[in-house]
């Protein structure tokens, strides 16, 4: 957080004294591609939730489940390109 950038010993550094000039210019990294909202859709249908679903029951090999749901996340991803 930019209080504990402006930290005195922090700034005296001089790297990581420009973190806290660059923070402002920053942006989220958190949606790289566009099909990020419907790999992280929070109920059925979503990649993620129905793999950790899968994961949690345990009736299928998780080497299967990880393949599957990596699959249907690539096709997504491809389409989003």
Do not use: C
Request: hydrophobic content about 35%; cysteine-free.
């Amino acid at each position: 957080n930019k209080e504990a950038l402006a930290n005195d010993k922090l700034q005296e550094h001089p790297w990581y004294g420009k973190i806290a000039d660059s923070v402002e210019y920053g942006h989220s990294s958190q949606q790289p591609n566009a099909a990020f909202q419907q790999i992280m859709t929070d109920g059925p249908g979503g990649i993620m939730y129905d793999l950790w679903f899968r994961v949690l029951r345990n009736e299928d090999p998780l080497d299967e489940i990880l393949a599957e749901q990596e699959a249907k996340m690539q096709k997504l991803m491809d389409r989003a390109k």
